[in-house]
């Protein structure tokens, strides 16, 4: 009973970290809202994220982007 306790709670926390929602600031003054950690992809520089108003999987140049925080939910 223990076990089953303990991982749901892992469980919890881990779906509660990856859930969080981060800003990403552009070079040029944008600000987007992403659902959960944008991925950074260091061979092509690109920055991989699901946009938090249109739910669509959009990339962006790591040098377009300003800075990358998380939002408090």
Do not use: H, W
């Not at 223990?2 to 600000?31: M, R």
């Amino acid at each position: 009973m223990k076990k089953t306790i303990f991982a749901v709670v892992v469980a919890s926390l881990f779906l509660a970290g990856c859930s969080s929602n981060q800003s990403l600031q552009t070079t040029d003054g944008k600000t987007i809202v992403t659902d959960g950690k944008p991925q950074v992809d260091s061979d092509t520089g690109l920055v991989s994220y699901k946009n938090a108003q249109t739910g669509k999987i959009e990339q962006i140049n790591r040098d377009q982007v300003k800075n990358m925080s998380e939002l408090d939910n």
